[in-house]
């Protein structure tokens, strides 16, 4: 093997070494032949301690940079020692919060946040008389007592007296002596907005007779009703109506624990057993004989082309249990299949077509 001493290292001269000159190479990456210790060599010390004298202004002074950079340390000692001496408690407390120093941060946005003016709840009763119909959410997530506000069965009547118009036909259950019931109160007053209201009937009036797509939301919904009617159209034959009212299974509103709870007094103003159901309304131009499948499952909900390329072919599939996540569907239940098809219709509790409920 052979000697350590035998090594060759690399010769610096002190006037060759500059600022330029000096490398990452002489600190990070220093070959061990060059500097064994981990130190820096000599020339290379010297010609930054010229080089720092220069910068600093200290050429005349003869006295070296380790001077200079004690008496920094020293100032800053003493600086950290009055402070210890002015309160030593408060230093140790200050210590203490340095590894939450994330943890306070937060507490103090949130208590920046957190300020602010509570007003009263009449304050927010009289601005809700200037709301829209379509701002009542963004008006109710303002704060808690604006919440509450909207829970109130006197805001829903002051809503639909400010929209009513008596040239407006509205159904029977709808009529402003129903109003003044208590119970299912925010939903007739919804409903009724969709025929008072001019932009909520405008957008009820831009759904097209097909949907662009396949509907999705009534995937594993419980058919609790099921009827036909006749129905006149355009043409001189008579249109044939197939309505499905579909119960969405497994669909849970606000189960959150944190959740805001309405007040008691106030739960039959908003109480509506239709809430979680859909009407599939599917118009054909021929009576078509179809099973019974009331208390089934839909599982299966698609929208083709019919076989004369002219209108379009509806077909359902209901089975007994809903259908699991992930699993294939099992063509063993019972199939409806609805040709030609001149429109269909998926329509939510509000819409003004959603047949009426003795209950609400």
């Known amino acids: 093997m052979p000697k350590k001493g035998n090594r060759k290292r690399l010769k610096f001269k002190a006037g060759d070494v500059c600022s330029e000159s000096v490398t990452v190479a002489d600190y990070a990456d220093a070959d061990p032949a060059v500097v064994k210790s981990g130190r820096v060599k000599k020339a290379v010390a010297n010609a930054l301690e010229k080089e720092v004298k220069l910068l600093c202004g200290l050429e005349a002074s003869h006295g070296a940079v380790d001077e200079v950079l004690s008496s920094a340390e020293n100032a800053k000692a003493d600086a950290v020692h009055s402070s210890i001496d002015l309160d030593p408690e408060e230093n140790d407390i200050n210590e203490s919060k340095v590894p939450h120093k994330k943890k306070n941060k937060r507490r103090k946005e949130s208590s ?113 009703l099921f009827w036909v009617r006749k129905v006149p159209g355009t043409r001189p034959e008579a249109l044939w109506e197939f309505n499905f009212k579909l119960l969405k299974q497994g669909h849970s509103k606000n189960r959150c624990t944190k959740s805001l709870h309405l007040p008691r007094q106030y739960e039959e103003v908003h109480t509506n057993p239709d809430s979680d159901c859909y009407m599939l309304q599917v118009t054909t131009l021929n009576f078509i004989l179809t099973p019974v499948v009331m208390g089934m499952t839909l599982t299966l909900f698609t929208i083709n082309v019919s076989t004369d390329m002219c209108h379009h072919r509806v077909r359902l599939l209901f089975q007994d249990s809903p259908l699991q996540r992930g699993k294939k569907i099992d063509q063993g239940g019972i199939q409806v299949l609805l040709d030609p098809v001149q429109s269909v219709k998926v329509m939510n509790w509000w819409h003004p077509q959603y047949p009426f409920s003795p209950y609400t």
């Open 112 to 224: 920046e946040s957190s300020d602010g003016n509570e007003y009263p709840v009449d304050i927010w009763y009289m601005i809700s008389s200037y709301i829209r119909p379509e701002d009542v959410c963004k008006f109710a997530l303002i704060c808690r007592d604006a919440w509450t506000v909207t829970c109130t069965a006197a805001f829903w009547t002051r809503l639909y007296r400010r929209h009513y118009r008596i040239d407006v036909h509205l159904p029977f259950h709808l009529q402003p002596d129903f109003i003044d019931k208590m119970r299912c109160l925010r939903a007739r007053v919804i409903r009724s907005l969709f025929h008072l209201y001019e932009p909520f009937d405008l957008r009820v009036s831009k759904i097209p007779s097909l949907p662009e797509s396949t509907p999705t939301t009534l995937h594993n919904s419980k058919c609790v």
